[in-house]
Nanobody, 115 residues
Framework: VQLVESGGGLVQAGGSLRLSCAAS????????MGWYRQAPGKQRELVAA????????HYSDSVKGRFTISRDNAKNTMNLQMNSLKPEDTAVYYC?????????WGQGTQVTVSS
């Protein structure tokens, strides 16, 4: 399984970005999909997650109400709509999928929010 993120970039505080993650390969048993981020000098943290079947979602408190995670099972894609961005959202964002009980990571995409 290969994961490719896109949509990162530079945006001013208060702006929006939309990240996408496309999965290819043996994706017939995607279970859980999620977005993580890692800022310089900090540990990687969960931002949002969504189950493939029911579409149940989970958000970290820091992004709740500002970010929305979604998925398209037919296209094996996952998105993260990020609104009201803050400088503290600056990080490398990674998509992560669990497929047939194995964990896969994308290469990451940089999001920079200027104040």
């Amino acid at each position: 399984v290969q994961l490719v993120e896109s949509g990162g970039g530079l945006v001013q505080a208060g702006g929006s970005l939309r990240l996408s993650c496309a999965a290819s390969g043996s994706t017939f048993s995607i279970n859980i999909m999620g977005w993580y981020r890692q800022a310089p000098g900090k540990q990687r943290e969960l931002v949002a997650a969504i189950t493939s079947g029911s579409g149940n979602t989970h958000y970290s408190d820091s992004v709740k109400g500002r970010f929305t995670i979604s998925r398209d099972n037919a296209k094996n894609t996952m998105n993260l709509q990020m609104n009201s961005l803050k400088p503290e959202d600056t990080a490398v964002y990674y998509c992560r999928m669990i497929v047939a009980s194995r964990v896969y990571w994308g290469q990451g995409t940089q999001v920079t929010v200027s104040s």
